[in-house]
């Protein structure tokens, strides 16, 4: 089981390598490819280096791989011309395209799901109401620094960081965005919490096991 489960993940791992590579080929915006996609280039690595000794809930992969796979695009493309959102805006008539909520979702469930895989296992909080809220304030907190970094980004940039901003002459951008990371930590908490659980059970049994292990 450990064997299958390990080569998923390589392939996982290698299919972000080619993603990262493709994305990059020919890009709407080279600076904009850079900063989205900086993300995946930097915890890509990081995952595989602690995976021997700090494996992660294969749910928690999953999200991870699903969100690198949304910066890849949205990267390649600029969240403003990614054609998928395209296609919905015209669907629904809407006025921009939706592709950034999508990440900006992400940006909230990834976090969610994340921190409170770390907190369950250290115990490091007591009562799940606390944990609910601990994990919805850090979803936020991270959505927070993100539109705080989108800033300094358009203060360095000035009219070169529009396609980063991906506004789309939305003044209610930031607002919007900070609710889309909310909903991403409600479905941390109303949806994935319980398959969640059953996977950290799974986990400490496996390491229960190795201790045991004559």
Request: hydrophobic share 55%; charged share 15%.
């Amino acid at each position: 089981m450990d064997a299958t489960r390990t080569k998923v993940l390589i392939s996982g791992a290698i299919l972000l390598v080619v993603g990262v590579v493709a994305s990059g080929w020919r890009p709407y915006d080279r600076t904009t490819w850079i900063l989205e996609v900086a993300p995946v280039v930097v915890l890509l690595p990081g995952l595989v280096a602690t995976y021997a000794r700090h494996r992660l809930t294969d749910l928690l992969y999953a999200v991870l791989f699903v969100h690198a796979i949304v910066l890849l695009v949205g990267g390649a493309y600029t969240y403003a011309r990614v054609p998928l959102g395209a296609s919905v805006a015209e669907w629904f008539g809407l006025a921009r395209n939706p592709y950034d909520k999508l990440g900006h979702l992400a940006q909230g469930l990834t976090p969610a799901l994340f921190s409170r895989e770390i907190l369950l296992r250290g115990d490091l909080v007591r009562g799940r109401r606390t944990l609910r809220v601990v994990i919805v304030a850090i979803a936020l907190a991270v959505s927070a620094t993100y539109e705080l970094i989108e800033w300094w980004v358009a203060l360095a940039l000035g009219q070169d960081a529009d396609a980063f901003l991906g506004t789309q002459g939305d003044p209610w951008d930031t607002q919007s965005d900070m609710f889309c990371a909310a909903l991403g930590a409600l479905v941390v908490l109303v949806v994935l919490a319980r398959p969640h659980d059953r996977q950290l059970a799974l986990a400490r049994t496996r390491v229960l096991e190795v201790v045991d292990a004559p």
